[in-house]
DNA sequence: AGTGTTGCTGCAAACGTTCCCACAATGTTT
DNA sequence: AAACATTGTGGGAACGTTTGCAGCAACACT
């Protein structure tokens, strides 16, 4: 059917190894011989079988891409740079859903690996010792979670909440809720952290609201229990949180912000399609994914690149959604 | 360093083509040697390598999807159940985006060609030569767009445009606006060939106003000619444009649903968490990927499934943005 | 004239599977 | 008792590449 590297090679009058050497090491073959197998090779509409290729070099020049939820916007938020990146790179871009479910996750990991030269992942639940315990062969960039001697990409999250703190003391807050994510969720604990160092060094004080699921509907779940607080102010696990809030506090008949202010965690791109355009930490998408892809290309290269975290800065976003405390 | 089926072989004292029969058929085996190789092949932590096996039966194990742009919701709604079914049949999901470039899109498809079993391809905006001209010997089902002689799955917006505008009707508009999509899109002539017989059997007549991106700033754009059109509703292009409008309408102080009704198109996933509730035109996602996997598995396997395309129903949802025509 | 050196090319052996063919051993028909 | 199926197994040739090795010009240095 499709045209072989034998089939290039009669036709531009030169050995198989000839037509390989052409495309993989070009310098080794005379210019004229080098023109002619590329001209064959146009003609014939000769790509080369990868799959035989990596039978010899042992890449399959794919690189994996594990999320815990594909319905969900901070991770499909990746999506677009990171393929971008990849294709430069000429990989193709494996997409696999954990489910949410750290018991599966590991399954996954090792069911791909035969199929990527090296995979992202986006692991918030999994435990460390699930983590350490992955193929040691298999390169791998975690993203938002440190691994011990694995290279990985962090967002600096603690800092963006100091950020939120300060932007909402200024405007009069004293009384901030939070409203926290998944038992278990790294990225949470880092913000809980951030938000409780930040907290402890101003005049305000923390009311933590509860665990919710990351979504909408946990926003949702989440309001009333806000509005009993007394807060004048919510800071929200993630942005589709915020969003949930903010839903439902309309419902309520609560005017967002000139009542309560609300800050959301990510900036995913909805959050400024809202309503209510939301404030929000800004993480640095694009520039993450092109870190771990960078990351990982060196690792599959075999230079074992700097293990020590990459951390990129957060940055406040102040919209609609935050205004000057009540009263 | 990963075991291979030679490993295996020796391991339970048989030889290489035992092992293999005992994977892939598994009845062609005695039971008793064939619990002996899944023992060892157990023991060993052996996986077959897909590449060598597709070496042979010219299978990857991969479906790839491509889509115009992965940072639109539209198209990475489908994603997970994407996944999620493909998984189920145990492929693998290679993703591309083609940036919204019809003449980049056979290149990658070319380029796949090699790596996938077939492809899911949704392609509004490929003219229908460069579709006739993709290789015929790749399985491909296209989404949202019809391809004589191919598979596809269509969705039927013109029976949901035909929804909106007696929805519309009802609440006394009689003057509708329709902000268009990116000229060339099939979906956007579907929708509004739809629209227009709708209208016409109705006694409202209908605005179109030009062309717009098919996003959320694309809908910003056209607020401003909407609301000089004297609508007293307007249809989007999809849920993006109507989130745009929305949200400049707002800037604006024109009260949505009491001045203005909105109506969007295909029900994102983040219609719904929009300050106002959108209208929309729901579009059964989960449905319209399974068939198209289903429909691509039994072409993949030669099953030369009718090329008559499936079509899908779709329905108005009122949420909160459309309300009686003002006075 | 001999000895390297350099630049280009071909041969053939891998890589890890699958699958056709052959070949026993056993059971079934005539 | 001969002929033929049936069942389970192994041998070995593919599949389309890459790559170590060897060969062979051509050319430069002693």
Redesign the interface.
Known sequence: ??ATIRDVASAAGVSASTVSRAFTAPDLVGEETRGRVRDAAQRLGY?P????S??ITGR???IGLVVP???N?FY?EI??PL??RA?GADY??????S?EDPELEPVLV??????VDGLILCSPRMSDEQLADLPA?LPIVTMYREVPGRPCVLVDYADGMEQVVRHLVALGHRRIAYVAGPRGSRAGALRREGLQAAIGRSDAELVEIGHHPPH?DGGGAAADPVLASGATAVIAFND?VA??L??MF?QRGVRVPAELSVVGCDDV??T??????LTTVSVPFARAVRNAVDLLLATIAGNDAAPRPTRLPTHLVARGSTGPAPR
Do not use: Y
């Not at 079988?49 to 035989?52: F, I, K, L, S």
């Not at 090792?110 to 199929?115: E, T, V």
């Open positions: 059917m499709a790509l079988n990868r799959q035989a990596g039978l399959t020049g794919n939820d594909l319905a916007p499909t999506l677009k393929q971008s294709r193709e871009l494996v997409l696999t859903d489910e090792r069911r791909l690996a035969g199929q062969g909408f589709l969003l949930g903010l839903a309309t791109a909805i400024a399609m809202a309503g209510v355009p």
